[in-house]
């Protein structure tokens, strides 16, 4: 092949990679979970931990429960703050863009066909869930178009209670080494009970319900919890309701 094609060919092929994932067939920026039928639905945002969207060990926690809530009729709208700026993780990404990206996103959501405006929710996981703290506290007047957020073991670290009508959904794991649910139990007092509902699983560590790790993980490692999984996710369909 000659040169100047060789170098037209990876300039080309860049050039693809900088651009946004778009659903296929879409021209949607981010990647859309549809869910059959007409009228209106609720639409649920994913903001994943700090690995992003990967699978581990091959298992994908996040697309298993994307598709059960496709087909209970939800439209899931992943948030991959960690794609978007091309990294692999979520080390040079701070907590004030993870916290954009959810508002935006969240807006975006709102404007699409189909989407009942008065039902879109949040699921943060781990930064993801820090994320969502930060969102919820930071969006302009008169706030966000979420009306529903869970954080499963988010980072509570600095993180204010937040005002408006989002009501919240919070589960923690007793032994988490990673993230301290003492920062999370203690931003809990700051809001009232009927704005967030906070469940501490006392065997769990963090990454409790991505059953891709292993059950007998290390110290300071993210470990799979099958109790602690099973019930919170249990809550979080009965929360989504």
């Known amino acids: 092949m000659h ?57 994908n926690v996040y697309d298993e429960r994307a598709s059960e809530l496709q087909s ?43 989407v009942d405006t008065n039902r879109i929710a949040v699921i943060g996981w781990s930064y993801g869930g820090g994320g969502v703290l930060a969102a919820l506290k930071a969006a302009p007047p008169p706030g966000t178009a979420i009306t529903k957020a869970v954080m499963y073991y988010p980072v509570c670290r600095g993180a204010p209670p937040w005002s ?3 009501t919240g959904l919070m589960l923690l794991g007793a032994k988490d080494d990673i993230a301290m649910p003492a920062l999370c139990e203690r931003l809990a007092k700051d809001i009232p009970p009927e704005r967030l509902h906070v469940i501490i699983y006392p065997n769990a560590r963090h990454g409790f319900d ?23 996710w249990a809550a ?3 929360f989504l309701k």
């Open 3 to 59: 040169q100047k094609t060789i170098w037209r060919t990876l300039l080309i092929c860049a050039a693809l990679l900088l651009l946004p994932f778009r659903s296929a067939g879409a021209e949607e920026p981010y990647r859309v979970w549809s869910p059959p039928g007409d009228g209106l639905h609720s639409a649920v945002l994913f903001v994943p931990g700090c690995s992003g969207f990967t699978a581990t060990n091959e298992i």
């Open 164 to 166: 408006g009508s989002v």
């Open 236 to 238: 979080v369909v009965e």
């Open 72 to 114: 209970a009729g939800f439209l899931v709208v992943y948030v991959d703050y960690i794609g978007k700026r091309m990294q692999t993780n979520c080390a040079h990404v701070l907590q004030d863009e993870v916290e954009r990206d959810i508002i935006e996103a969240a807006n975006w959501t709102r404007d699409q066909a189909g």
């Open 210 to 232: 991505m059953r891709g790790f292993p059950a007998d993980a290390p110290s300071g490692a993210p470990a799979y919890n099958a109790e602690a999984a099973t019930a919170s």
